[in-house]
């Protein structure tokens, strides 16, 4: 699926050594807005979580939760228009990420 990810070669041989876990540390990409990461971390996630076909159609559990945007291991913070990530959010989701992951092998944070 990491194929879908295009012109981003440095960024996606990183990708593929998380997925086979040769590389468990937290990952932090950065760049300008629309260069493909937050579309990188979401084909990775799907890559990590799934346990159908591994396709964009693939129905399974996790697949159809990350589609719907229900999946309870996959977080997704953001700062409200114009201002900056508050506090609040950062502590919610300390809280939420503190413990082990519900359902997946591991736990996502966008």
């Known amino acids: 699926m990491l194929s ?3 012109n981003q070669n440095d960024a996606v041989t990183i990708l593929r050594k998380v997925y086979e876990g040769a590389f468990t540390d937290p990952l932090l990409l950065t760049g300008p807005d629309g260069v493909g990461k937050s579309y ?3 084909v990775l996630t799907r890559m990590l979580f799934c346990r159908g076909t591994q396709t964009e159609e693939c129905k ?3 697949c159809m ?3 719907e945007g229900i999946h309870p291991d996959f ?3 953001s700062p409200e228009a114009g201002k900056d990530l508050g506090v609040e959010a950062i502590r919610n ?3 939420n990420v503190a413990s082990y992951p519900l359902i997946a092998k591991y ?3 966008l």
């Open 4 to 6: 879908l990810v295009q």
């Open 60 to 62: 399974c559990p996790h």
């Open 107 to 109: 736990q996502v944070v």
């Open 75 to 77: 977080y997704i913070v």
């Open 93 to 95: 989701l300390i809280s």
């Open 65 to 67: 939760q990350l589609k």
């Open 40 to 42: 990188s971390i979401r």
